[in-house]
């Protein structure tokens, strides 16, 4: 048995986003004024009391397609996964503004009203107990009898709100949070890319659903999704994001901000996915975001999506022809990445549901490589068979590393004892690098080197 799903919904702007960030703890979701910056599902795993459960930001509420700035399309979606998360939710928290009831509420209202035992009416933007008196009558006309007043800014409200949350749950399965699906380890896993490279796509193949809008207009995602999967003993969770685009001045100001929270993803993730075209091959773009990976030291994964695009359908599932294309992209793209070494490769095809699973196997392979540790002892041996020069003196700057040791995980870090620093160039620091990750198997997880001046014996005086 698995956790069980509390969904907030309501119109645009009634408050979603920021009472989801307050109930969460952090700012999640994107929080704007402008209608529909919400259109896939945020999901999160929430603790409260002696309950876990799904807590679900949805897209607001919609019917009117004559509104230009909202395609018509993104509103069937908003609409769809809305009635999808209220039939497959628990409990549902439908949010109102206290002075302003539109006939939007009452739409949603009469579709809430064959749940009615699993909604609780929340009613937003009250800060204080005088601003309860001025609810406005149409909110108690909608004819809900359980309702709640808060305000996710002073936190009005709030301590009823989380009470009402754990009573109900625990009121209608008080067996299900002792489940062993949240105290598995969670491991984090970020799909990125520029704009218009299937991301969404790899995703929804992964769910084996469609959780995220597919949609061919580039930009489609502007918010970081997140979602829940098993993998073996572990919940992984996976997250979408906003596509890197050519010019951040050419985004607006939401789809900035969806950019900055990618970098967060990225920073936040134990392991990346890195989505690239494979019919349009490798751009500028796709070099900024592994840059943004690799210096935040992410492990990561390479995911060519639309090889189907690149190859046809009759050759996609062909062994021996696939093969033969993967050794000669990770050919071209170590030429074309220069300080990224044995980096792992998977052919995909997210439309073709091509791959997927050998996908998720190799980000679970780099993440396991990224908490490798090495002797000092094997590692030394190792080297110094390799590039016995750089430890004798023998090259033109004099360089000399006495050894080296490994003193972290996550990212693996090693300390290179030299005997000056300033003879410890950049292309001895790669070349370790490299040898270090084509000898001990650490391809796709980013190195860091730290180098050390070999305390020397003091010279007599005298």
């Excluded at 876990?52 to 395609?71: C, E, H, R, W, Y």
């Excluded at 997927?356 to 679970?364: A, G, H, P, V, Y």
């Excluded at 996550?410 to 300033?422: D, L, Q, S």
Aim: glycine share 6%; net charge positive; aromatic share 10%.
């Amino acid at each position: 048995m698995k956790l069980k799903v509390v969904s907030i919904v309501g119109r645009p702007n009634t408050g979603k986003s920021s009472l989801f960030n307050a109930i969460v703890g952090r700012g999640k979701a994107i929080v704007f004024d402008k209608p529909g910056t919400t259109i896939d599902i945020n999901r999160e795993i929430v603790e409260i009391g002696k309950v876990k459960f799904i807590l679900q930001d949805t897209g607001g509420f919609m019917v009117d397609k004559t509104n230009s700035s909202i395609p018509s399309k993104l509103t069937d979606r908003i609409r769809f996964l809305l009635q999808e998360a209220i039939l497959n939710s628990h409990l549902v928290i439908f949010t109102v503004e206290y002075n302003n009831v539109s006939y939007l509420d009452y739409e949603l209202s009469s579709m809430l009203r064959k749940f009615e035992n699993k909604v609780k009416l929340v009613v937003t933007k009250v800060d204080t107990a005088h601003q309860e008196l001025l609810v406005v009558d149409d909110v108690y006309r909608l004819g809900f009898k359980d309702i709640i007043f808060v305000s996710s800014k002073t936190k009005y409200g709030f301590s009823n709100l989380l009470n009402s949350i754990e009573s109900f749950l625990l009121g209608s399965d008080s067996s299900y949070f002792e489940e062993s699906f949240p105290s598995r380890n969670e491991i984090k896993i970020g799909i990125v890319g520029r704009i218009n490279v299937g991301k969404s796509t790899i995703m929804n193949a992964i769910l084996g659903t469609e959780r995220v809008l597919v949609d061919d207009k580039p930009g489609t995602t502007i918010d970081s999704v997140d979602d829940f999967f098993e993998f073996g003993e572990n919940v992984v969770r996976i997250t979408d994001t906003a596509g890197f685009r050519r010019s951040i001045f050419k985004s607006g100001i939401i789809e900035r901000f969806g950019i900055e929270r990618t970098e967060n993803a990225i920073r936040s993730s134990d392991v990346v996915i890195v989505v690239i075209d494979g019919k349009e091959g490798i751009t500028k773009q796709d070099k900024k975001v592994l840059k943004v990976v690799t210096e935040n030291f992410k492990p990561f994964v390479v995911a060519v999506n639309k090889w189907d695009l690149v190859v046809g359908k009759d050759k996609l599932f062909d062994p021996n022809e696939m093969k033969k294309y993967l050794l000669a992209f990770s050919d071209f793209f170590s030429r074309m990445f220069e300080g990224i070494y044995n980096a792992p490769i998977v052919l995909v095809s997210g439309k073709e549901n091509y791959n997927i699973d050998n996908l998720i196997k190799e980000c679970f392979k780099v993440f396991q490589r990224a908490s490798k540790r090495i002797s000092t002892g094997v590692l030394n041996r190792k080297i110094r068979d390799n590039i016995p020069n750089l430890f004798s003196g023998d090259v033109s700057t004099k360089l000399r590393i006495y050894y080296l040791t490994q003193v972290d995980i996550k990212p693996p870090t090693f300390i290179v004892f030299v005997n000056k620093i300033e003879n410890f160039r950049k292309n001895f620091e790669n070349l370790l690098k490299k040898k270090i990750t084509e000898i001990f198997d650490f391809g796709g997880v980013p190195i860091k080197i730290l180098v050390r001046e070999k305390d020397r014996k003091n010279k007599k005086v005298g």
